[in-house]
């Protein structure tokens, strides 16, 4: 079936420096990718849609200058987030649906500690 | 953009009672209503949706009703098990392709043998 894949699954970084995380539809092509963060305990909160070939559309209080989404391919989706804080530490998920149907498909989600 | 609030935030079952979790949306564009069960540090797993043109769907133990008048659905789980503790959330998508989600803010459920 389709998966997504997401990478890394885990990473620490010194706060001040950048982090990139990939989210790969394996076997589908996707237009459009969303990205995810969820804070322990809490709910998943969409933070952009990822838009092949343009620009990424972000929800309401999501700094685009700071989580830089790049999607140049029908298969890749990458989110940097820049200049990290502790208090970016958090539980990144994509999700991505192919484009001949509306099944949902979500990466295995990344753990960002930034120390 | 869409609202989505889910209730209880909590629930404890006894092994084999029912549980019931609500959740409202705001927006009436929505159109797909996913139910996610989700382990800590795993990606959700869906175990239910409906779509805006039924309003009750079924499979085995977990059924979801929709009312899209009042919007508002509900997961329903019959004849709990130990292993159906875990946190789940609803979501609502409202856009044409129906993967933009919303998501509730979560239960936890927990079974007790």
Known sequence: GAVVSQHPSRVICKSGTSVKIECRSLDFQATTMFWYRQFPKQSLMLMATSNEGSKATYEQGVEKDKFL??????????????????????????????????????????????? | GENVEQHPSTLSVQEGDSAVIKCTYSDSASNYFPWYKQELGKRPQLIIDIRSNVGEKKDQRIAVTLNKTAKHFSLHITETQPEDSAVYFCAAAFNNAGNMLTFGGGTRLMVKP
């Not at chain 1, 649906?97 to 120390?115: A, M, Q, R």
Request: include cysteine; proline fraction near 4%; hydrophobic fraction near 35%.
């Open chain 1, 69 to 115: 989404i790049n999607h140049a391919s029908l298969t890749l989706s990458t989110l940097t987030v820049t200049s990290a804080h502790p208090e970016d530490s958090s539980f990144y998920i994509c999700s991505a649906s192919p484009s001949s149907g509306n099944t949902i498909y979500f990466g295995e989600g990344s753990w960002l500690t930034v120390v």
